[in-house]
């Protein structure tokens, strides 16, 4: 049993994340602004840190433009991992997303690169996950641009993985030796953005008409097999269709 921290444990993955340590019987300290502990100003950083073995970063950045996300997610990881080092922590995981260094012109794919950078060049003993596009993504993505009833999305083809795969597979990660860049992690088969978006939307009961478009956030260096795992990917169990009959949540 070892005491853990959870960086971003009020978001998605995060307080999923928390709750896989959790039932395996792990001490967890949750990092968030909403638990008052800031990582860009490293408000009340040392205090959590204290006596936690191993920290999983699951935070997120809401910056649409390429310097602001840099900015954000570097100087988090940098806080974070400096105040990792003062408190002698043993392992750094950190949660990315697999094929950003195949796409130059996203914001968050910048961010999330320069948080790699960081913990591969940092002294903490690490471990980086990237993970494929969460089952939720494509309904994420479509309330994006949604007016009036209509929203555009980008038809991407990707593998999506569930988020409590994800969460399952960060808690087992965080609890063992280091791996450095972990393979690829999806899920079990690949989908069409468009058509995962129009079948999450039905099933939570919502109406929304789909216009498929490279016009919006994600452009054509999107498209073809940029967002697929690698071979050798580690392969989550649950099915979009799982998901979906369970509640689309
Ligand atoms: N969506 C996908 O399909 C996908 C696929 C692969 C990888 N990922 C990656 O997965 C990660 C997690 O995504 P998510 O959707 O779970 O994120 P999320 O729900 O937006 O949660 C983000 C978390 O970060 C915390 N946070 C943000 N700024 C902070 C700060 N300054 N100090 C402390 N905590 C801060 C937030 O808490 P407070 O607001 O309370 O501070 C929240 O707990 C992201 O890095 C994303 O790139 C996403």
Redesign the pocket.
Known sequence: MMPIAV????????SLTVTALEEAGHSVVR?????A????TGDRLDDALAGVEAVVD????NATDTHEAVAYLGT?TRNLLAAEQRAAVRHHVL????GIDRVDGNA?YAG?REQERLVAEGSVPWTIVP????HD?AA?VAGWSEHDGVANIAPLLVQPIAPTDVARILAELVTGETRGRYVDVAGPEPQDLVDMARRTYHARRQDLKLVPSWNGTFGLEMAGNVLLPSEGARIAPTTFDEWLAAGAR
């Open positions: 960086a971003g444990a009020t978001g998605h993955i995060g990092i968030s602004r909403a638990h502990v800031d990582l860009v699951t935070t997120n950045a988090l949660l990315s997303i697999v968050h999330k993970a494929t596009q969460f993504f994420m």
